[in-house]
């Protein structure tokens, strides 16, 4: 690793040669294999673009340079020629982002991670470069083929070239695929440029014939090669696709070859306004393990054997995923207006079961969640009960399509939210904590939050017999897990899952915090107060025999996934004073804040969402206020239970010691 040893930063490329550059190419694919194995992350993205991003850095000057991912899950390498090489904590507390991160590096712009906002963000970068005159400044934009398919990308280009005198390169990093395949009428587009006969054929045999010449003849070639895409180009029009833009385009050019590569990105850089650079690469280029994977050539893998590609952590329990997946699959052989709907996520959301047996009626639209959504709506119109499958995270971009093509329009769509929570190391922009708060405010939605894998499919069932209206069905990432049955079915559906003596606190568990709920449960009836622990099952609108139980109850506990403000126990709260009960409400969810990467435990126990910080500021509430209960507060756990040290102490007076 001798080469990559000595790179500290961009500059360090500068003097290397044709050879050692290639050598540093496969000391990266070496390294990359060998680090994400151990920590799992984005393995088959950032093989990829190794070339890539080798030459974008000899070309351009980071930071002065702006660079911009699109999504960033391609910027390992990026963050290795930018000085950063200890990937040992990748994704881990304290270690690497998985994306780009600005508190990690200067070189590190935007760190949203969503598709197809680059050229917004180029857009607006490059426009204020001129107004304060910096126009020496270039940037750059690297977006995948699969954003592209995008609305917003299509927005930014329609600006981007209303003014041509920017130095704004757009480079389109070209492989066929987002998480899968790309779909639609632009990745049939882009297929056709990548094996049409001319270009291919033009390529191999200028190749063959200058490397009949031996080292001079190859290094002739990749010194027209460069040069010669624009006569390539003419042959596989494409310049077509971008001919109404305004925008100069330069390409396809072999994103695997350096050489070819500078010589492209140095014409981009010196043009003087917008271009859009072609490059054609391939996902998990040089790891067999990877290209063998045809589901998503190792998008992102969890630990991993380096020499095989087989994981190392896999889970013995079926997943919350593969519960929806196959739970709809049985549905939908019932129900023939059932049709599945996703934004290039098939794999990763569980419709690629329902895609398997029932291929008609399955659509994949590509990374467009707002189109997804109002598609869905014009759907059910036509007849069909739309269920629109997307990560928890992604639902935000698609807020006005679900509250006004939806919901007005009593629209009977389901929308199944994967990813829902705290989901762990891919940081801020990943956690699903925002759509209970967001969503609970479209009038005549249901929410329903399952608390294990036998209610997900109980509640999709239920949800997709509602035509009057949006459904939205929530759900963590990982394992299910076990079952947790109910004491009890009471009225609208709600699950009695504990009930100890007395009625001191009332628990409302949205829907796998069911959980920890019993444990809290667990604690304080060892010192002395009796609970009662309920799993809602639909949450919105909050179920009358809540309110009925909370009049019974002295103190009413919610907790959540999700923020707190304005979340379900807010809801419960307004609820409570709409119908004149004045039982206190605590309501125990995520802070307002953007939560760093690290694991799903350690942020719940850092923002005091843990068993025992939960119960010690029940005990505190009891004591503070005065709250009657049903038999005198234990002083110690002699009875057998578990202790509380510090009872009296808040969860935030935990976190502060």
Sequence with gaps: MALLDGIGGPRDLDGLTPRQLDELASEIRRFLVAQVSRTGGHLGPNLGVVELSIALHRVFDSPRDAIVFDTGHQSYVHKLLTGRQDFSGLRQRGGLAGYPQRAESEHDIVESSHASSSLSWADGISRAFTMTGQDDRTVVAIVGDGALTGGMTWEALNNISDDNTRRLVIIVNDNGRSYAPTIGGMARFLNDVRVRKTYRSLHRSSEQVFSRFGAPGRAIYRGVRGGAHGFLSRFANNEALYSNLDIKYLGPVDGHDVTALEEVLAQARDFGGPVIVHTITEKGRGYEPARRDVADQFHAVGKIDPESGEPLDTGTGLSWTDVFGESLVRLAASNERLVGITAAMLRPTGLH?????????????????????????????????????????????????????????????TFVLDRAGVTGPDGPSHHG???????????????????????????????????????????????????????ERIEDGVDVLARSGGRDVLIVAVGPFARLALDVARLLEAHGIG???????????????????????????????????????????????????????????????????????????????????????????????????????????????????????????????
């Design 353 to 413: 079961r329902m895609a398997e047996r029932f291929p008609d009626r399955v659509l994949d639209v590509g990374i467009a969640e707002q189109h997804a959504v109002t598609s869905a709506a014009g759907l059910a119109f036509g007849g069909m009960h739309p269920v629109v499958a997307v990560y928890a995270t992604f639902m935000n971009r698609a807020f006005d399509q679900t509250l006004l093509d939806v919901a007005l329009h009593r629209a009977g769509v």
């Design 433 to 487: 904590v925002w759509d209970l708060a967001l969503l609970q405010s479209v009038p005549g939605i249901r929410i329903a939050a399952p608390r294990d894998g036998a209610r997900l499919t109980e509640e999709l069932g239920e949800a997709v017999a509602i035509d009057d209206g949006p459904t939205v069905l929530r759900f963590p990432k990982g394992e299910a897990g076990q079952d947790i049955p109910a004491v």
């Design 531 to 657: 609970v009662t622990v309920v799993d809602p099952r639909w949450v919105v609108p909050v179920p009358s025999a809540i309110v009925e139980l909370s009049a019974a109850h002295r103190l009413v506990i919610t907790l959540e996934d999700g923020i707190r403000v304005g979340g379900i126990g807010t809801r419960v709260r307004q609820d409570l004073r709409a119908a004149g009960i004045d039982t206190p409400v605590d309501e125990l969810g995520l802070p307002d804040r953007f939560l760093p990467h690290s694991s799903r435990s350690e942020i719940l126990d850092e923002v005091g969402l843990s068993a025992r910080a939960i119960a010690r500021g029940v005990v505190s509430q009891v004591l503070g206020t005065r709250i009657p209960i049903a038999r005198p507060l234990a002083e110690s756990a002699d009875d057998g239970g578990e202790s509380l040290d510090g009872v009296g102490a808040s969860s935030q007076d935990e976190k502060r010691s």
